[in-house]
């Protein structure tokens, strides 16, 4: 492995481990670890491929409806009749969506080093990028995974989609770059853990 590489796995791939490990620390007798790395691989797949999905059709209205699919697709995967009702839908559709998140930026910074290279303006922007690509996914799959746990698939669903419409829209304000990473990260961050503190 060359240094970039080891350099992109840190930098967007330390995010969700953490955020992981603060969202299932009190609560690993509720979910089984190999089905974590399950749902883990699930998000690493649909990470991938909806990152190649946006890249394609990087327009506002275009990600707004991807945006929902990315919440469906959860919702399909949580709502499965082997964890609806149980509250393990939780933890694994955080971890699906923590993974979901990181991989999303870790291709997005795989792409800028192979243009541009890497130097320290790109990993402070990319880790924090990861970091609220990460808290995005990762809230709305515990948020998604609370609804299976409730049986309340398309209430769950919306709220997820609306924490996520208004990620976007943050993205398209036209503001100066490192303050549009700011206003990410505060807002993924608060809903992260807003969430979580209505999941306890």
């Known amino acids: 492995m060359s240094l970039e590489s080891l350099t992109i796995a840190v930098v967007t791939l330390s995010p969700p481990i953490l955020f992981l490990y603060l969202y299932t620390g009190d609560h690993e ?3 089984m ?14 990470g991938t491929v909806f990152w190649t999905i946006e890249r394609l059709y990087f327009a506002l209205y275009l990600l707004i409806f991807i945006a929902f699919l990315e919440q469906l697709t959860k919702s399909i995967i949580l709502n499965r009749k082997q964890i609806q009702g ?3 839908a939780i933890w694994y559709g955080s971890a ?13 910074m795989y792409a800028s080093y192979v243009v541009s290279g890497i130097d320290s303006w790109s990993i402070v922007s ?9 808290a995005l996914h990762g809230s709305t799959g515990a948020l998604i995974g609370y609804g299976s746990y409730k049986n309340q698939l398309w209430r769950y669903l919306f709220k997820a989609y609306f924490i996520h419409v208004l990620f976007i829209l943050i993205l398209f304000l036209g503001l100066y770059p ?3 990473l700011i206003l990410l990260l505060l807002y993924s961050m608060f809903n992260m853990v807003r ?3 209505m999941l306890e």
Do not use: Q
Request: glycine share 8%; proline share 2%; aromatic share 14%.
């Open 29 to 31: 007798r509720e979910f």
């Open 33 to 46: 670890h190999n089905k974590m790395m399950l749902y883990m691989a699930m998000g690493l797949i649909l």
């Open 86 to 88: 149980k509250r393990s």
């Open 96 to 108: 699906m969506g923590f993974v979901m998140g990181a991989i999303m930026v870790s291709e997005m």
């Open 126 to 134: 990319f880790f924090g990028l990861a970091s609220s690509y990460s």
């Open 178 to 180: 490192p303050l549009i």
């Open 195 to 197: 969430v979580y503190r």
